[in-house]
């Protein structure tokens, strides 16, 4: 199985594409929205999988056009707290799982755009830290 492909966006920022910019690939779909709330269709148990499984990703990671993936996963995983996964079945979990970077291995291997902080939320980590920028003595 070959490696995914790594996003334009990240060789972009890696400098990929200064010596050839003819190898860039346009058109590349952008993924928008969140991933939501559980489907209807599913079952209380499968639900509190989905939440579980959504709490559970990385930041950045998981989107409206990721859903399906994430049902294969809920159901697998539901599957495997039963007891009536099968060995395949266990394998294409793994993937899966990999897929989402939710195993230390597979997390090194994904990246995400950073959201940028901004100013409110520098002062209140600084004020929750102690190491204000501007500390003054309180009288």
Do not use: Y
Not at 17 to 22: M, V
Not at 36 to 59: M, Q, T
Not at 75 to 88: C, F, S
Request: hydrophobic content about 30%.
């Amino acid at each position: 199985m070959s490696r995914p492909r790594t996003p334009t966006a990240i060789l972009d920022t890696k400098g990929a594409f200064l010596a050839q910019p003819g190898r860039r690939r346009e058109c590349e779909p952008q993924p928008t929205g969140s991933i939501g709330s559980a489907p209807k269709h599913f079952n209380d148990d499968e639900k509190r999988i989905w939440r579980e499984f959504v709490r559970g990703l990385p930041p950045g990671v998981g989107k409206s056009s990721d859903r399906w993936a994430a049902e294969s996963i809920v159901r697998l995983k539901a599957k495997e707290r039963a007891g009536t996964i099968k060995g395949n079945e266990l394998a294409q979990l793994t993937l899966l799982c990999g897929r989402f970077g939710l195993t230390p291995a597979d997390r090194a291997r994904i990246s995400v755009e950073i959201p940028k902080e901004n100013r409110l939320q520098k002062f209140l980590q600084s004020r929750n830290t102690g190491t204000s920028t501007n500390p003054t003595p309180i009288q």
